[in-house]
């Protein structure tokens, strides 16, 4: 498995945003994918974005695609979610995940590795 540290939330006006940050150790992350999910104060965990292990594909939810951008930098053993144009229902806990292979995915089930989640509150 890889261990997983998120950081970067906190509390943002609507319209604003966050960079979250996800540190990696353990085994290599350059090769796996990397996903972030959310979940909201009584609902159930939802898939955000993923990344191939060489960036060369994405993919966001409905929900935040144009809004949000997932990316990595390998060297660094980083992932990184910019999130802009902050909207209140963004408000949730934030979760990094990565999978032993290479190739994205939008389950939660096909990762191995979670953070610890980072909490994200967008006030209106």
């Known amino acids: 498995q890889v261990q997983l540290v998120e950081s970067g939330g906190g509390l943002v006006q609507a319209g604003g945003s966050l960079r979250l940050s996800c540190a990696a150790s353990g085994r290599t992350f350059s090769s796996n994918a990397m996903g972030w999910f959310r979940q909201a104060p009584g609902k159930e965990r939802e898939f955000v974005a993923t990344i191939s292990w060489r960036s060369d594909y994405t993919y966001y939810a409905d929900s935040v695609k144009g809004r949000f951008t997932i990316s990595r930098d390998n060297a660094k053993n980083t992932g990184y979610l910019q999130m802009d144009s902050l909207k209140p229902e963004d408000t949730a806990v934030y979760y990094c995940?990565?999978?032993?292979?290479?190739?994205?995915?939008?389950?939660?089930?096909?990762?191995?590795?979670w953070g610890q989640g980072t909490r994200v509150t967008v006030s209106s």
């Open positions: 995940a990565a999978r032993a292979t290479g190739v994205g995915s939008i389950l939660g089930a096909d990762f191995d590795s």
